[in-house]
């Protein structure tokens, strides 16, 4: 079944203790994307990588580090989460956005707390 | 400031009357739009989208109209059914970027 799958897809944690997400897809995409949604402000992307060793910043890359060493994967890392960064995550792939292929398959989310 | 905008965050819908859904952008470099639906804790899926250089896109009871000159993009659901409750995002791409609204939840009443 083509999927994406994140883990975990719930976590509580404190302040500054680093964090990654996992992300993984298997349709062979080359397109990934790291999304939090917030009340009333809908899905910002955080980052995205093009492919492999390709990544680049999102409109909200602040506090967030990702990494794409292999084409499946795209963990997004939190170094030193705070508080405003309690958010749902979703993690979203697609075949190669900006050729034609826009449309994106998303994960079932990660709902952070970090108190 | 948000680039798109969805202003309405809810939409109430008699079963089989018509669902339209709007949506507002600033930027008039986006060269491809889509519509998603949510629901809850699930991951957005992809519904419909519309290239730029287009200006209506059908596919079976949903209808994307794009009017670039008003930068506004509309969904229509006809005929609406419960199934069709949840909420609906739209986004915009530009170079290699998506920018979403905030959402529109959808109802449609039995």
């Known amino acids: 079944e083509a999927q994406v799958t994140q883990n975990p897809r719930y976590l509580i944690t404190v302040t500054g203790k680093k964090l990654t997400v996992t992300c993984s897809q298997n349709m062979n995409h080359e397109y990934m994307s790291w999304y939090r949604q917030d009340p009333g402000l809908g899905l910002r992307q955080i980052y995205y990588s093009m492919n492999v060793e390709v990544t680049d910043k999102g409109d909200v890359p602040e506090g967030y580090k990702v990494s794409r060493k292999e084409k499946r994967n795209f963990p997004l890392i939190l170094e030193s989460p705070s508080p405003n960064q309690t958010s749902l995550y979703f993690c979203?792939?697609?075949?190669?956005?900006?050729?034609?292929?826009?449309?994106?398959?998303f994960g079932p989310g990660t709902r952070l707390t970090v108190t | 400031d948000q680039q798109v905008k969805q202003n309405s965050p809810s939409l109430s819908v008699q079963e089989g009357r018509i669902s339209i859904l709007n949506c507002d952008y600033t930027?008039?470099?986006?060269?491809?739009f889509l519509w998603y639906k949510k629901y809850p804790a699930e991951g957005p899926t992809f519904l419909i989208s519309i290239s730029s250089i287009k200006d209506k896109n059908e596919d079976g009871r949903f209808t994307v109209f794009l009017n670039k000159s008003a930068k506004h993009l509309s969904l229509h659901i006809v005929p609406s059914q419960p199934g069709d409750s949840a909420v609906y995002f739209c986004?915009?791409?530009?170079?290699?970027?998506?920018?979403f609204g905030s959402g529109t939840k959808l109802n449609v009443k039995p």
């Open positions: 986004a915009a791409y530009n170079f290699n970027k998506f920018y």
């Open positions: 930027n008039s470099m986006f060269d491809y």
């Open positions: 979203a792939s697609s075949r190669a956005a900006g050729q034609g292929f826009y449309e994106q398959y």
